[in-house]
């Protein structure tokens, strides 16, 4: 039962890697061009949803805080 969290983080990075690798081959980028071509748009994703995240909140907290007297 422990191994298998690693196991599935292992084969996670693994298809990272050949994710990667794939993009250099396959686009002749050099290594540095195919990390970002690769990870830019997980990136862009999670920062998009964290500031998506923080403006829900503020307009939550905004509406609420008439409700309770704050």
């Known amino acids: 039962p422990c191994v298998g969290p690693m196991v599935a983080f292992v084969g996670w990075i693994w ?3 050949v994710y990667i ?9 050099t290594a540095g061009r ?8 997980a990136v ?3 920062l998009l949803a964290v500031i998506l995240s923080v403006l829900a909140m503020i307009g939550l907290i ?4 008439p409700l ?3």
Do not use: D, E
């Open 44 to 46: 862009i994703l999670i």
């Open 15 to 17: 298809g990272v890697v």
């Open 68 to 70: 309770i007297g704050n």
């Open 62 to 65: 905004a509406v609420v805080s």
């Open 21 to 29: 690798k794939a993009v250099q081959v396959s686009q002749r980028f």
């Open 34 to 41: 195919a990390v970002v071509a690769a990870l830019l748009p």
